[in-house]
């Protein structure tokens, strides 16, 4: 079984570390949650971890965050809304073990691109958060906006791709509805990525 230790903040509403405990309790994912890490005292996402009674440590520093992983000893770490930047010691201590959600199709090669169904282009997102990238499928008329889990890497948002989810774009979404939907398939793609993962 493997352990897991899931990091979010007040940037995120707790909806990956639902589906991840859910994966759990329902034995899609051969693991348990070890603990449950925020970055501030208001996080959705604490609400959640204390109705199933995980272990939840506060870590406002970024410095202090390779130390309180070090004593617990996760298998893999998921970023679920996590907001701080994750240092190198961190990546270099826990290598191809922490995941993380991007908003955009991130490709295999650094000079790679991800198509969509269609065949067309799908947006990378590089440097973009949420809302931003979001945005930036609708500014640019994609056809398809999308996520990719992946491992971190020193790179900035890219890694080695975990998997990748798309979401037709309707012609009247504004971000709120556009992300309602791929939100559902994001949370759905790290259940199905930690179940491969836990059960390797």
């Not at 352990?3 to 509403?13: D, E, F, M, P, Q």
């Not at 440590?57 to 994750?86: F, H, M, R």
């Not at 012609?171 to 949370?187: F, G, M, Q």
């Amino acid at each position: 079984m493997k352990r897991l230790a899931v990091l979010i903040s007040n940037k995120g509403t707790g909806t990956n570390l639902q589906a991840i405990i859910d994966g759990v309790e329902t034995g899609k994912i051969n693991g348990q949650i070890v603990t449950v890490i925020s970055d501030t005292k208001d996080a959705l996402g604490l609400k959640r971890a204390k109705k199933y009674k995980l272990l939840i440590k506060i870590v406002s520093k970024k410095e202090d965050l390779l130390l309180t992983l070090k004593k617990l000893n996760p298998d893999y770490i998921c970023l679920a809304g996590w907001k701080q930047i994750i240092l190198d010691e961190v990546i270099d201590a826990f290598p191809n073990r922490i995941l993380n959600t991007h908003p955009g199709l991130i490709p295999d090669a650094l000079d790679g691109v991800v198509k969509n169904p269609d065949g067309t282009n799908a947006l990378w997102n590089k440097g973009k958060m949420t809302e931003k990238a979001i945005q930036n499928f609708l500014d640019n008329k994609a056809t398809y906006a999308g996520c990719t889990n992946h491992f971190l890497s020193h790179e900035f948002d890219f890694g080695v791709s975990l998997g990748r989810c798309f979401e037709k774009i309707q012609p009247n979404d504004t971000v709120e509805s556009l992300y309602r939907r791929l939100k559902v398939k994001e949370n759905r793609l790290y259940v199905e990525v930690l179940e491969r993962l836990c059960n390797e």
